[in-house]
């Protein structure tokens, strides 16, 4: 199985995201002899994007980098790849900023958003680049890659951070319209069962950065605070990833690594999903052995009985 991962490549620290997405793919070859065949692409066209099963938005500057788009014709583009087709996106600092349905801080006009995760995010929310800082972090979901796993060092540079886990809504986030210096993402709908499946109504929060925000605030900081629960800095909601820090200015590839194995996860399903839809609509077999067990026509219910339901397709064929 072939994989293309593309990191969009208009500004920002893409050609590191390059280099350590190979070092992850050299890693996960050494240790399973199935891995897929990754290729990895720099994006800067329509065209590109339609080669890629998967994508990277790096850190730069979100502002400069969604005009670029617009100006490239690839915004709308870049929309339907998220949140029509629901392929697999990590966003880094600006990424995540660009995946986020609300961002504050941003003058009407003057910043478009990508959406994809039902988040607001705070722009710059630890100040200016002479206030860039290195963290380490306790990353759970990096537990997949190995047990006992050090903390990872994490690079805030002008960095965001998810203010609010918002409502999922079908349609735009209508809440956040009205909100001053406030930018919300446009509607889109997701386009198949596939799309569908590949989505979630609640957002995952993967990790925060304990007591860095009050430390700001009780230094005289005009910064709202949460001495408990931290800043929100990882958060996930079904295939679309989002990180306020830089991975790709480590050179530690452990985030690059668990994210290929969500991707190659991500399309195998919907590899299965499309085989399974195109099986049943050409017989009707499959839709019905799945609705005798009366649960939902979809991917996870279809999964589980398709051991049973291939023998009907095959006699039927």
């Given at each position: 199985m072939s994989i293309t991962v593309g990191v969009l490549a208009l500004q920002g620290a893409f050609y590191e995201h390059v280099q350590l997405l190979k070092q992850a793919a050299a890693n996960s070859a050494t240790e399973t002899h199935d891995s897929p065949k990754w290729e990895f692409i720099e994006v800067r066209t329509p065209q590109e994007l339609d080669r890629c099963d998967a994508?990277?938005?790096?850190?730069?500057?979100?502002?400069?980098?969604?005009?670029?788009?617009?100006?490239?014709?690839?915004?709308e583009p870049l929309r339907d790849f998220v949140k029509v087709h629901r392929r697999p996106t990590w966003g880094t600092c600006a990424g995540l900023i660009l995946l986020a349905e609300s961002a504050n801080r941003t003058k009407k006009g003057g910043q478009e958003l990508i959406g994809g995760l039902d988040v607001r995010v705070n722009r710059n929310h630890f100040g200016r680049q002479t206030e860039s800082f290195q963290a380490p972090l306790d990353l759970p979901f990096l537990n997949s890659c190995g047990q006992d796993q050090p903390p990872f060092p994490a690079v805030f540079i002008r960095a965001p951070v998810v203010e609010k886990i918002l409502p999922h809504e079908e349609g735009i986030q209508t809440s956040e319209v009205g909100r001053d210096e406030t930018v919300v993402a446009p509607s889109k709908h997701v386009k198949d069962q596939a799309a569908l499946d590949a989505m979630a109504t609640q957002v995952e929060v993967l990790a925060t950065l304990p007591g860095r925000a009050a430390k700001l605030a009780s230094e005289g900081r005009n910064i709202d605070?949460?001495?408990?629960?931290?800043?929100?800095?990882?958060?996930?909601?079904?295939?679309?990833?989002?990180?306020?820090?830089?991975?790709?200015?480590?050179?530690d590839a452990?985030?690059?690594?668990?994210?290929?194995?969500?991707?190659?996860?991500?399309?195998?399903?919907?590899?299965?999903?499309?085989?399974?839809?195109?099986?049943?609509?050409?017989?009707?077999?499959?839709?019905?052995?799945?609705?005798?067990?009366?649960?939902?026509?979809?991917?996870?219910?279809?999964?589980?009985?398709?051991?049973?339901?291939?023998?009907?397709?095959?006699?039927?064929?």
């Open positions: 994508l990277i938005l790096p850190g730069g500057e979100s502002t400069t980098i969604s005009l670029v788009a617009a100006r490239s014709n690839l915004l605070a949460d001495k408990e629960a931290g800043d929100i800095i990882a958060v996930k909601q079904g295939n679309v990833f989002g990180t306020s820090f830089h991975p790709e200015l480590t050179g452990r985030i690059h690594l668990w994210w290929l194995r969500q991707v190659e996860e991500s399309t195998i399903q919907r590899i299965l999903m499309c085989v399974i839809l195109d099986e049943a609509e050409a017989t009707g077999c499959l839709r019905k052995s799945v609705e005798s067990h009366h649960k939902p026509f979809n991917l996870s219910t279809s999964v589980s009985i398709i051991h049973e339901s291939v023998p009907l397709l095959c006699r039927k064929n």
